[in-house]
């Protein structure tokens, strides 16, 4: 941080700038080193034999007939969608009643859901076991997907996101006749993308990768996600190759790489106006 | 949604001389059926897939049960084992250290970096630095932990290989103790800071550059400017920070469980680990239970410590 304080003042600027790119770029290549190596090492798999590495796309080949990879894609394309579009509908509305309207309760209301925060999944999941088995969801893929469809983060966030929006739109409204579903639908919702962005985007990238969830709510093959795929192949590294798991690694990643870049911008606008205010 | 829901209530223009109070009436009616409707879906959800299994794991944790036998009363046994068991002893330490060092190394490094990168620089610079830096974020901890186990591999690791170059002795890594602390600590700052960073971000580009320039025309500089203005500025944003930081690290599970399944011993075993194994593993699901309400205990309590902190320290301006 010491970045400008006791060089004389003609020469301030070169040695601070010099300093923050220095720092800035070593951790950048730290965040990417461990990701650029994973590729590198995934397209230049080994020689069982020789041990000779070459450029090749083998070890991605290895991947597909090890694990039925496109089965496992599609439930866990299937799943994190609809948590993501359960999760926007959901916390939207709700968020909306917590930042504009006054009921009685609604502050208790308000702290038991952020409550829930503070529960590990870990801590609930027998429970949320026997309750799916009851419901007659036992390993299917709903079982992963209704239990969080209700979000008390993307509440939290959609809340503080409406909080943010003036009344005045509201008053306008309502002065030319809207009701309050209207004033919702036509005014605030078209408004809340940015932060809607955010809470999909979000539900996304963590429901992608989860790995707990999946490892206990399904049992059979057919009903696996991409992560639970992964570790069968990982099961295999007696036995494969270093390139062929790190192969695997790539293609789960492919998807939460095309939000990163397709979705950063409303993920880093929606958190600063959600919570980092 | 919005297909359907507008046709239930019609644009309503009032004419002259209608009745606002009996308009009003009706407006306030509908806006109660709206907040039941609205809040309908996370509150069913989260009281039947959150509060029911927390009453469950609460009730379960008085019960020793199996699965297979009926579950059987047992009053405080659980407790008392788990306060007994040094199994369960060591992980909660070890979590509770984890936290500490792990929390205040992604405030800091998220802090700093997020100054750095908000302050001044060529917007494509600035782009690419702030999404290299939590470009991990967007990966699954099992993944990275399966990448990270082998460039910390004790035999043909990246890293020894490149500690070798500067003559370093090959370092065990993942099969010390010590060595699995420091790995499973660097993994999860390593993935997890990105977050941090974002939450930083947004609070360090509200602040005014204006505030700023007029520190500088007062002779404030660097280090100065940093802890006068971007500090205190910051500080409701980092009050959000720790407490998301702090109760998220208290959950580790994914990559010390990959990385060493709590090894060597029970040097890298937490808390969440030895809730698995407890109900999983050993079909101990009150046990599990018991151990799960203890960490919610401590969840809880760091989180009220927190805000009663921050009553003193947060700035809000």
């Known amino acids: 941080m010491s970045i400008t304080t006791a060089e004389p003042r003609s020469s301030r600027l070169r040695p601070a700038a010099v300093g923050k790119f220095a720092v800035l770029g070593i951790a950048a290549f730290f965040t990417l080193a461990p990701v650029l190596w994973t590729l590198y090492t995934a397209l230049t798999p080994a020689d069982i034999d020789t041990q000779q590495r070459s450029f090749g796309f083998a070890a991605f080949a290895d991947v597909f007939t090890q694990i039925p990879v496109w089965l496992y894609t599609w439930n866990s394309a299937l799943v994190t969608l609809l948590i993501a579009v359960g999760q926007m509908l959901s916390s939207a509305m709700a968020g909306y009643v917590f930042a504009r309207f006054e009921f009685r309760g609604k502050k208790w209301l308000f702290a038991l859901i952020l409550a829930t925060m503070m529960v590990p999944m870990q801590v609930t999941i027998v429970p949320v076991f026997m309750l799916i088995r009851g419901m007659g969801l036992a390993d299917t893929l709903l079982a992963l997907i209704v239990p969080m469809i209700p979000t008390a983060f993307g509440t939290f966030l959609m809340r503080q996101y409406f909080m943010g929006l003036p009344d005045e739109l509201a008053e306008a409204a309502e002065i030319d006749g809207a009701g309050p579903w209207r004033v919702f639908f036509s005014v605030y919702l078209p408004l809340a993308g940015p932060s809607l962005a955010i809470v999909g985007i979000l539900a996304f990238n963590f429901h992608w990768n989860e790995f707990f969830r999946p490892l206990i709510l399904t049992i059979s093959e057919q009903n696996f996600t991409l992560p639970l795929g992964l570790v069968t192949l990982q099961g295999n590294l007696g036995t494969g190759s270093v390139a062929t798991v790190l192969a695997g690694v790539v293609l789960s990643m492919i998807p939460a790489v095309l939000v990163f870049v397709f979705g950063q911008k409303p993920l880093r606008e929606g958190l600063a106006a959600g919570i980092g205010k | ?317």
């Open chain 2, 1 to 317: 949604m919005s297909a359907t829901a507008p046709n239930s209530t019609r644009v309503v223009i009032l004419p002259k001389g209608a009745d606002p109070a009996a308009h009003a009436r009706q407006s306030r009616r509908a806006s109660r059926i709206l907040i039941w409707v609205f809040l309908a879906p996370t509150l069913i959800g989260l009281g039947l897939f959150n509060f029911v299994p927390i009453l469950g794991s609460l009730l379960l944790a008085f019960f020793r049960w199996d699965v297979i036998e009926k579950p059987e009363f047992v009053g405080l046994d659980n407790f008392a084992e788990l306060a007994m068991d040094p199994t369960v002893r060591i992980s909660f330490l070890n979590t509770i250290g984890f936290v500490v060092v792990a929390v205040c190394l992604q405030l800091a490094v998220a802090l700093f970096l997020a100054v750095l990168v908000q302050s001044v620089m060529p917007n494509w610079l600035r782009t690419l630095f702030r999404s290299a830096l939590f470009f991990p974020l967007v990966l699954s901890a099992a993944s990275v932990s399966l990448i990270m186990a082998y460039l910390f591999n004790q035999e043909f690791g990246l890293v020894n290989e490149m500690l070798g170059w500067f003559g370093v002795a090959k370092i065990g890594w993942l099969t010390t103790g010590f060595g699995a602390k420091i790995v499973v600590l660097l993994v999860y700052v390593w993935q997890n800071f990105g977050f941090t960073f974002l939450i930083f971000l947004g609070g360090v580009s509200a602040i005014p550059r204006e505030v700023y320039e007029a520190s500088s025309l007062d002779g404030a500089t660097g280090w100065r400017q940093f802890r006068m203005i971007t500090l205190p500025l910051v500080s409701p944003t980092t009050l959000v920070a720790s407490v998301m930081a702090i109760i998220n690290a208290l959950q580790i599970f994914d990559q010390p469980f990959v990385l060493t399944r709590g090894g060597p011993g029970d040097s890298t075993r937490t808390a969440v680990m030895v809730i698995y194994e407890s109900a999983f593993q050993n079909l101990e699901f009150g046990l599990a239970s018991a151990i799960g309400i203890v960490l919610t205990v401590l969840i809880i309590l760091v989180t009220l410590v927190q805000f009663q902190l921050s009553k003193r320290f947060v700035f809000y301006g």
